[in-house]
């Protein structure tokens, strides 16, 4: 499939998991990719395994210098955008009872600020056809113990669509919320551990953990013009998950 031909994405937290998988997809279906994140060793890998039509900038979701030379370097090598894939996030376990402000912050700065900051800033190079894909997460819809702040970045992050999907009217460009469930990233495999592995799995309607490249493969559905039509919408990939 070539659907993605001729078209120039960013994937934030594209050297590993979910955006590294998506990078892959875009690619295969003909884009040209450039991959964010904190990390060279990281972005070096992929970008070897990637192959010609992939650069790497490294930067945080959080500063806003950084995400300044992304663009930069978009707009020198490529001149327009046509994909944004807000796909960069983290998060950790802290009860209710021993959640602290520096917990919060940390992960709204990733989560809701640096989406915030990661698609305000892509506007000026995107235009008609264009298409921004958010990451969410299943845990914005469920409730998951210990997950206070993860799961209400990730609510904040579905919202994010809606609000964009009215500010973008009359620009012709796209906005929807992709939201995975248990992933078998290396993030998600070394946080959940094998018990914690079995357990998703075991919760989950079709009885496993998704492999990042389902999730890589609806990513370039909603970066191509087969979701012409889509705008706001949030896109459950989760194995039914957060759907019962
Ligand atoms: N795996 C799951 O089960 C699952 C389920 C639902 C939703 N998700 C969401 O899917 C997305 C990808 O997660 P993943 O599972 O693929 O884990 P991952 O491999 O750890 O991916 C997260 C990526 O985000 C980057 N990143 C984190 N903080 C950043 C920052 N401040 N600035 C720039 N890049 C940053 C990381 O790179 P650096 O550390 O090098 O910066 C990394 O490449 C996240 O938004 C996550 O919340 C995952």
Do not use: C
């Amino acid at each position: 499939m070539a659907r993605l031909n001729g078209k120039t994405a960013v994937i934030t937290g594209g050297a590993s998991g979910i955006g590294r998988a998506a990078a892959k997809r875009f690619i295969d279906e003909g884009a040209f990719v450039f991959i964010y994140g904190r990390r060279q060793d990281a972005l070096d890998a992929a970008v070897s395994e990637l192959g010609p039509n992939a650069r790497a900038v490294r930067g945080s979701v959080s500063d806003e210098a950084d995400l300044d030379r992304l663009y930069a370097a978009v707009k020198a090598e490529r001149g327009t955008l046509d994909i944004i894939f807000a796909n960069a996030g983290a998060g950790s376990q802290l009860a209710l009872g021993k959640i602290t402000a520096e917990h919060i912050d940390e992960t709204f700065d990733t989560n809701v600020k640096g989406t915030i900051f990661t698609v305000q800033k892509a506007l000026p190079l995107m235009g008609k056809g264009g298409s921004i894909i958010l990451t969410g997460s299943s845990a914005g819809t469920t409730g998951a113990p210990g997950m206070t702040a993860y799961s209400a970045s990730k609510a904040a992050v579905r919202n994010l669509a809606r609000t964009w999907a009215e500010d973008l009217k009359g620009t012709g460009i796209r906005v929807n919320v992709l939201s995975p469930g248990a992933t078998a990233t290396e993030l998600a495999k070394e946080a959940l551990g094998e018990e914690g592995q079995k357990v998703f799995a075991a919760m989950t309607p079709l009885q496993r953990m998704a492999d990042p490249s389902e999730i890589g493969a609806v990513a370039a559905f909603l970066a191509s013009d087969d979701s012409g039509f889509m705008t706001a919408s949030e896109v459950a990939v989760d194995g039914g998950l957060a759907q019962l």
